[in-house]
T-cell receptor, first 112, second 117 residues
Framework: ETGVTQSPTHLIKTRGQQVTLRCSSQ?????VSWYQQALGQGPQFIFQ???????GRGNFPPRFSGLQFPNYSSELNVNALELDDSALYLC???????????FGPGTRLTVL | AQSVTQLDSHVSVSEGTPVLLRCNYS??????LFWYVQHPNKGLQLLLK??????LVKGINGFEAEFKKSETSFHLTKPSAHMSDAAEYFC???????????????FGPGTSLSVIP
C-alpha cells in the first residue's frame, strides 16, 4: 500500500509568483487536508477536500486555493506569493471525513 | 472554540529517564485527541489517539497518554526515554465542524524533546 506522496520536495519562488503543490492520497482515501507549517510552529489547517469538493477551510486568504481530482489526488495553489508563505506544506489523506489522517512528507516552499 | 496548549516548548531528559510532555485543550464538543511526532526532515507520524473509548491510551514505541476530562488534559508519557525519541511532538484536537462536517483539526505549537546520553 502506497502512502501519501507529495511533490515537489523543495521549491524556491519569488514574491508575486504562483505555485502549485501536489499530493497523492493513500489508496482508498477520499479526503485530503492541507496544512501550512511555518518554521518552529505547529501545522495550521488550510482546507479539506472530500470527494472533489472543498469541505472546510481555515483562516487563509482566497489566494490559497485547491482542487481534488476524481482519483482523489489534490493540488494546492497559492497566488501572489508573499515572503510569509515560506513554510512546509503538508498534505494528509483519510479514508473519509473524521477518520485518522495520514501525512505526507511535505513540500518545503521558500519565497525570496 | 477549540485550542491546544503545550505547556513546554522544550523538554530535555536523560536517556533511560521518564518523559512527560504536557498538553491542555479546550473544545466545545467531545473531541478526538492525538499525539504526533515529527523527526527532522520527516513527515508527521501518529503516536496515539483518543476517540472516547478508554481514557488511558497506549501508542507506539512505548508512549501512552491519559485523557482527563476534568482537567482538560492529555499528557504524553513514556517510562524510559531512548535517544531515538528526540523529535518534535504535537498535541492535536479534532472535532467535526457542525455546520459542514469537516475535520476541524487544531495542532498545538509543539514540544521539542531532547534526550541526553
Amino acid at each position: 500500500e502506497t502512502g501519501v506522496t507529495q511533490s515537489p520536495t523543495h521549491l524556491i519562488k519569488t514574491r508575486g509568483q504562483q505555485v502549485t503543490l501536489r499530493c497523492s492520497s493513500q489508496s482508498g482515501h477520499n479526503t485530503v487536508s492541507w496544512y501550512q507549517q511555518a518554521l518552529g510552529q505547529g501545522p495550521q489547517f488550510i482546507f479539506q477536500y472530500y470527494r472533489e469538493e472543498e469541505n472546510g477551510r481555515g483562516n487563509f486568504p482566497p489566494r490559497f486555493s485547491g482542487l481534488q481530482f476524481p482519483n482523489y489526488s489534490s493540488e494546492l495553489n497559492v497566488n501572489a506569493l508573499e515572503l510569509d508563505d515560506s513554510a512546509l506544506y503538508l498534505c494528509a489523506s483519510s479514508q473519509t471525513v473524521n477518520n485518522e489522517q495520514f501525512f505526507g512528507p511535505g513540500t518545503r516552499l521558500t519565497v525570496l | 472554540a477549540q485550542s491546544v496548549t503545550q505547556l513546554d516548548s522544550h523538554v530535555s531528559v536523560s536517556e533511560g529517564t521518564p518523559v512527560l510532555l504536557r498538553c491542555n485543550y479546550s473544545s466545545s464538543y467531545s473531541p478526538s485527541l492525538f499525539w504526533y511526532v515529527q523527526h527532522p526532515n520527516k513527515g508527521l507520524q501518529l503516536l496515539l489517539k483518543y476517540t472516547s473509548a478508554a481514557t488511558l491510551v497506549k501508542g507506539i514505541n512505548g508512549f501512552e497518554a491519559e485523557f482527563k476530562k476534568s482537567e482538560t488534559s492529555f499528557h504524553l508519557t513514556k517510562p524510559s526515554a531512548h535517544m531515538s525519541d528526540a523529535a518534535e511532538y504535537f498535541c492535536v484536537v479534532s472535532d467535526i465542524e457542525a455546520k459542514t462536517s469537516y475535520d476541524k483539526v487544531i495542532f498545538g505549537p509543539g514540544t521539542s524533546l531532547s534526550v541526553i546520553p
